[in-house]
Nanobody
């Protein structure tokens, strides 16, 4: 069983930055691909970024390319999402998820474990 716990969300002004963290416990973190998703009110959960189990392959949704950076520290069992140049449309609950295979999936069904989410609010 894998437990995931996100932290680092909050309220930030347009153009600001936040770094989300997702700490994992249980299982073998280095063998998981990891992803970040987000869900805004009234909308479906959408893919944001994913990183392979080894950290050598990364994928982003087009809307965050050049602004967000995903990284994975296997020693700390933590995945990060550095978010820069934040926009109001980035406002959402952000979830991390673990894929027990290589990783890089864009679909929610490709991930077996999920955290509880952390709220990110970007004010204009």
């Amino acid at each position: 069983q894998v437990q995931l716990a996100e932290s680092g969300g909050g309220l930030v002004q347009v153009g600001g930055s936040l770094r989300l963290s997702c700490a994992a416990s249980g299982g073998t973190f280095s063998s998981y691909g990891m992803g970040w998703f987000r869900q805004a009110p009234g909308k479906e959960r959408e893919f944001v970024a994913a990183i392979s189990r080894t950290g050598d392959s990364i994928r982003y949704v087009d809307s965050v390319k050049g602004r967000f950076t995903i990284s994975k520290d296997n020693a700390k069992k933590t995945v990060y999402l550095q978010m820069n140049s934040l926009k109001p449309e980035d406002t959402a609950v952000y979830y991390c998820a673990a894929d027990l295979s290589y990783g890089l999936g864009r679909g929610t069904t490709e991930y077996e474990y999920w955290g509880q989410g952390t709220q990110v609010t970007v004010s204009s």
